[in-house]
Nanobody
Framework: QVQLVESGGGSVQTGGSLRLSCQAS????????????RGWFRQTPGKQREGVAL???????LYESSVQGRFTISQDNAKNIVYLDMNNLKPNDTAMYYC???????????????WGQGTQVTVSA
């Protein structure tokens, strides 16, 4: 089992920056021979959850096109923390941001089995 806890959300103005963190806690040691992807997703009321960025255990990253060049995902494997640095934030980045863990190289949230509770990001004009 994996528990994920997000932090770092808040309210900023357009053009501002935020850093989200996702702390993972594992009940058993990871099988390092299995694929593992941790990603950031976001959701607004009435809409489906969408993938923003993911990072593989080895460091491979993938971004949704609207955040490419503005957001950076990184990780500290020793501490089991994944970060999302968000720069040049825009009002349509406003959403609840979730951390997820899965075993497929995809931003489709259906392939993620473990989720955190989310952290709210609000960007005002």
């Amino acid at each position: 089992q994996v528990q994920l806890v997000e932090s770092g959300g808040g309210s900023v103005q357009t053009g501002g920056s935020l850093r989200l963190s996702c702390q993972a806690s594992l009940s058993v040691p990871e099988d390092r021979y299995k694929s593992r992807y941790r990603g950031w997703f976001r959701q607004t009321p009435g809409k489906q959850r969408e993938g923003v960025a993911l990072i593989a255990r080895g460091g491979l990253t993938l971004y949704e096109s609207s955040v490419q060049g503005r957001f950076t995902i990184s990780q500290d494997n020793a501490k089991n923390i994944v970060y999302l640095d968000m720069n040049n934030l825009k009002p349509n980045d406003t959403a609840m941001y979730y951390c997820g863990q899965g075993t497929a190289l995809t931003l489709d949230p259906n392939y993620y089995s473990f989720w955190g509770q989310g952290t709210q990001v609000t960007v005002s004009a």
